[in-house]
């Protein structure tokens, strides 16, 4: 089991910032994929960003390109979604998971560690 716990969700406004936060309650997250999902109500869960644990190389969504970063940082066993320039779509649960393997982005049934989730509500 890896124990994933998402952290730093909330109300912003538009145009603000958010850093979410995933810790792996003392586990090395160091190989593997961390992949950030959300799911806003009546929508599907899709994934927004990812990271490799191999290579460390980094993918992004369309849709959040040039506003939200992925970084993980190993020592400290947690990785972080800074998102910026946040828009009222940007709405929803954001989850992170992780996964063992080369394939980042993955599916979401391929990931198999999640955390409970954290709202991130974009709104004036």
């Known amino acids: 089991q890896l124990p994933l716990a998402e952290s730093g969700g909330g109300l912003v406004q538009p145009g603000g910032s958010l850093r979410l936060s995933c810790t792996a309650s003392g586990y090395d997250l160091t190989y593997y994929n961390i992949g950030w999902f959300r799911q806003a109500p009546g929508r599907e869960r899709e994934e927004v960003s990812c990271?490799?644990?191999?290579?460390?190389?980094?993918t992004y969504v369309d849709s959040v390109k040039g506003r939200f970063t992925i970084s993980k940082d190993t020592a400290k066993k947690t990785a972080f979604l800074q998102m910026n320039n946040l828009k009222a779509e940007d709405t929803a649960t954001y989850y992170c998971?992780?996964?063992?393997?080369?394939?980042?982005?993955?599916?979401?049934?391929?990931?198999?560690?999640w955390g409970q989730g954290t709202q991130v509500i974009v709104s004036s």
């Open positions: 990271i490799n644990g191999s290579d460390g190389n980094t």
């Open positions: 998971a992780a996964k063992l393997g080369r394939l980042c982005p993955d599916s979401p049934d391929k990931f198999h560690y």
